[in-house]
């Protein structure tokens, strides 16, 4: 159910991401709320890709689903 949750909020972000060239895929959710992911394209080869994922990806999932602990790239 959680990864469910989890895969849904993603599709929210993915156009954000896809309208810079890149993409996100979901790897695993974790018992514990680690949520890892995997960012493509020009997401996976962005110097800021770090900042994407924490600042953008993160901050979303954790006020949308407030189990997830964590956002980390696989």
């Known amino acids: 159910m959680l990864h469910e949750r989890v895969l849904r909020a993603i599709q929210d972000v993915r156009p954000s991401l896809q309208a810079d060239g890149g993409d996100i895929e979901l790897v695993s959710?974790?018992?514990d709320g680690v949520?890892?992911?995997?960012?493509?394209?020009?997401?996976?080869t962005c110097p800021m890709s770090v900042m994407t994922l924490k600042q953008g990806v993160e901050t979303y999932l954790k006020k949308v689903i407030p189990e997830v602990k964590e956002v980390v790239q696989a």
């Open 29 to 31: 959710v974790d018992d």
């Open 35 to 44: 949520v890892k992911v995997r960012l493509t394209g020009a997401c996976g």
